[in-house]
């Protein structure tokens, strides 16, 4: 089935320093690609997202590129904020007809400090 | 837009009640899903719907039912408390066409305390 692997947490990065969290999938058919970003107390958010190879998404700062060949969707960010610390969830949904589940990592939790 | 909202925030049970966690949205989406949030374990789905009158399993089903009368609306139902239940639940929405298809908009949360 499909599953999305993402690096572990927590992150801990100082204000302005370089963001990369790391997250592969699989998936059988084509899958769309996610960033959710759920900040303390909140629910999830939709960040970015991409719907086919050599997509980018990108919101806030934040970008995502779609990696058929590596089945890769790695975020990244150039200067973090406090604003930023969050816990991070990939997820995907598979491209097959009717399908709208999504299939989440397990989130990697981003601390940010000034 | 209200978007997605979900009642009550909080809960507090003892083993064997049950309970009805509400959930409505007003973007007239026809797809809407629970799930679980475990620490470590990401979210887990429990329940989904299609549309009204259509409801399937996700990967956690046991010990939960829901129903689909309307397209606003989507209660799930505890039937009998668990402390395995303790947890935090997402309530999410989505169109199924158009430009944010596959997009979920996702509830506040309710935290799900069972003694």
């Known amino acids: 089935g499909d599953s999305v692997t993402q690096m572990e947490g927590p992150v801990t990065l100082s204000e302005e320093a370089f963001l990369t969290i790391n997250c592969t999938y699989t998936?059988?058919?084509?899958?769309?690609l996610f960033w959710y970003v759920q900040y303390p107390g909140e629910g999830l958010q939709l960040l970015l997202k991409?719907?086919?190879?050599?997509d980018k998404g990108s919101n806030k700062g934040f970008e995502a590129t779609y990696r058929k060949e590596t089945t890769s969707f790695h975020l990244e960010k150039g200067s973090v904020q406090v604003s930023d610390s969050a816990v991070y969830f990939c997820a995907l949904s598979d491209s097959g007809a009717g399908s709208y589940q999504l299939t989440f990592g397990k989130g990697t939790k981003l601390s940010v400090i000034p | 837009n209200a978007g997605v909202t979900q009642t009550p925030k909080f809960q507090v049970l003892k083993t064997g009640q049950s309970m009805t966690l509400q959930c409505a949205q007003d973007?007239?989406?026809?797809?809407m899903s629970w799930y679980r949030q475990d620490p470590g374990m990401g979210l887990r789905l429990i329940h989904y719907?299609?549309?009204?009158?259509?409801?399937d399993q996700g990967e956690v089903p046991n010990g939960y039912n829901v129903s689909r009368s309307t397209t606003e609306d989507f209660p799930l139902r505890l039937l009998s408390a668990a402390p395995s239940q303790t947890s935090v639940y997402f309530c999410?929405?989505?169109?199924?066409?158009?430009?944010?298809?596959?997009?979920?908009?996702f509830g506040p949360g309710t935290r799900l305390t069972v003694l």
């Open positions: 719907s299609v549309g009204a009158g259509i409801t």
């Open positions: 998936a059988t058919g084509y899958p769309s």
């Open positions: 991409a719907t086919k190879a050599d």
């Open positions: 973007m007239n989406h026809e797809y």
């Open positions: 999410a929405s989505s169109p199924t066409s158009g430009r944010s298809y596959n997009e979920q908009f």
